[in-house]
Nanobody, 124 residues
C-alpha cells in the first residue's frame, strides 16, 4: 500500500546541479521520517541525508554537507534533494526511504519503505 517513487536523476557535468524528487502515497506523509540513500558500484550503500516529519531537523553525510539540501512538502507528499556542485564521486543510484519513526536518522535499518532508485551520473 505504501509506495515511494523517485524521479529527477540523470547525467550532469561536474559542478552542475540536479534536483531529485520522491512522491509518497498510501500513508500519512507527515507521520514518517524520510531519507535519501545512495549506492555506487562496488561500494556499500550509504546515508546521504534525512529529515524529520515536519522538516525542522536534518542530517547530512559529511561528503555532501554544504552542497546538498533536503526538504519536504507535506501538503504535496513529496521529498526533495537539491544537489549542487556535483562531483563525480556523487555518481550512484539514489534511493528514497520512509520510516515509521518520525525523527531524522541515517540508520538504514530504521527505514521500512524504499523506492526503486533513480540513477545520478556526474561526468568529469
Amino acid at each position: 500500500q505504501v509506495q515511494v517513487v523517485e524521479s529527477g536523476g540523470g547525467l550532469v557535468q561536474a559542478g552542475g546541479s540536479l534536483r531529485l524528487s520522491c512522491t509518497a502515497s498510501g500513508m500519512t506523509f507527515d507521520d514518517y521520517g524520510m531519507a535519501w540513500f545512495r549506492q555506487a558500484p562496488g561500494k556499500e550503500r550509504e546515508g546521504v541525508s534525512s529529515i524529520n516529519w515536519n522538516g525542522h531537523t536534518t542530517l547530512y553525510a559529511d561528503s555532501v554537507k554544504g552542497r546538498f539540501t533536503i526538504s519536504r512538502d507535506n501538503a504535496a507528499n513529496t521529498l526533495y534533494l537539491q544537489m549542487n556542485s556535483l562531483k563525480p564521486e556523487d555518481t550512484a543510484m539514489y534511493y528514497c526511504a520512509a520510516s515509521r519513526y518520525k525523527w531524522s536518522s541515517l540508520v538504514e535499518s530504521w527505514y521500512n519503505y524504499w523506492g526503486q532508485g533513480t540513477q545520478v551520473t556526474v561526468s568529469s
